[in-house]
């Protein structure tokens, strides 16, 4: 059983900045590729960011220099730093995570968090 966790959601101005989180937990032998979605009302989910397990990164073009995906993998836990926000980065953020557990390779999603950039 894995569960994922996100937080750091909320409401900012534009410009401002926000740290997303996402940490998984449960039974995991090892976490593959990590990534950030995104969903806005309206409009089909879309890759923000990934990040591989030895460290390489892809960003939608839209992002590019104003976010930035790191992981920690002692805390089995991805985030995605966001700053210069615009009102169109509003929109629920998911984690992806590619978790290999006993016998088997599996992508989970997190819960989702809001991200609303608005002044």
């Known amino acids: 059983q894995v569960q994922l966790v996100e937080s750091g959601g909320g409401l900012v101005q534009p410009g401002g900045s926000l740290r997303l989180s996402c940490a998984a937990s449960g039974s995991i032998f090892s976490i593959n590729a990590m990534g950030w979605y995104r969903q806005a009302p309206g409009k089909q989910r879309e890759l923000v960011a990934a990040i591989t397990s030895v460290g390489s990164t892809n960003y939608a073009d839209s992002v590019k220099g104003r976010f930035t995906i790191s992981r920690d993998n002692a805390k089995n836990t991805v985030y995605l730093q966001m700053n210069s926000l615009k009102p169109e980065d509003t929109a629920v953020y998911y984690c992806?995570?590619?978790?290999?557990?006993?016998?088997?390779?599996?992508?989970?999603w997190g819960q989702g968090t809001q991200v609303t950039v608005s002044s």
């Open positions: 992806n995570l590619e978790i290999a557990t006993m016998g088997r390779i599996s992508f989970y």
